[in-house]
DNA sequence: TAGTTAAATGAAACAATGTTGCAAAAATTA
DNA sequence: TAATTTTTGCAACATTGTTTCATTTAACTA
């Protein structure tokens, strides 16, 4: 769809800002940071007009959230009973309550190998579920 | 297996700290931040401390990382194309290259639904496969 | 088209998060 | 106990994200 046509339907003003984050996304079908696009964008952009901007396209669908595998995470106990040395993130799920925040392993839930994309490398897994857990229903 | 062990076996001194920590997540089977821990711990520990002290659990496999739902997250287009109005990341994987960086959406492998953990609702899902892309190889 | 209205922007201030370097303190080793 | 190496705390700094408010701009209306 074209940009002017998404900011139309979805009532948000046809902005310079806005068409120039929107071209970034249509000229690359991959995903980017908010320091990503910030870069793009030089200094024509102020920072908290992208971060609004973002919020904003999220919050009407134009744009989805990916979490990335660095930063802002949790830690847990790895399972050293399972007679397994090293237990990474890689060959279990997670569950996240988001009544009361908690973060658990889910031992038992092998994650699903699925065939990787054509000449991709899979190393690593990260399977991550939302919801609420038995304690906060 | 025990603290004391833990660390004489990591060849990691025995501190007051790192034991504190190790206690904390001996006695909650489930995940805590970096700011959560800091909180349980008060004003005792440094906040450098902390995070030297979960940056060597977890390079010799203490613990492993969960990358969490809510910040540090990359943004991707929505495929408007597939006739679906709304698409979330819940509903595909996401894969990851470490070499160059690179995120992107894997249109095609939706995520096999796990039967959820008793009592559990499950809302969203995010799978996040890292490793080397073609490009990269 | 000019004036009005509501949305979007930029700037400043602030808070939270994460990193680096260095000197002091503490834990192991001899 | 003394020597050695690791760990710690602190200061400084960089990055990331939020809030407030005045100004600008886009869309609407007469």
Redesign the pocket.
Known sequence: MKAEEL??KH????????LAVLSLFAGHSKAF???EI?AKMG???????????L??FEKCGILHKIPDDE???KYALCDHDHSVEHHHSDDHAHFKCHECGDTICLEDYEIPSLKSPHGFRVDEKFLLLGGVCDQCQ
């Open positions: 900011l139309l009532k948000l003003r046809k902005t310079g800002n806005r940071s908010h320091s910030q200094s024509n952009m102020d920072r908290v007009t992208l971060y609004r901007i919020d904003a930063v802002s995470v």
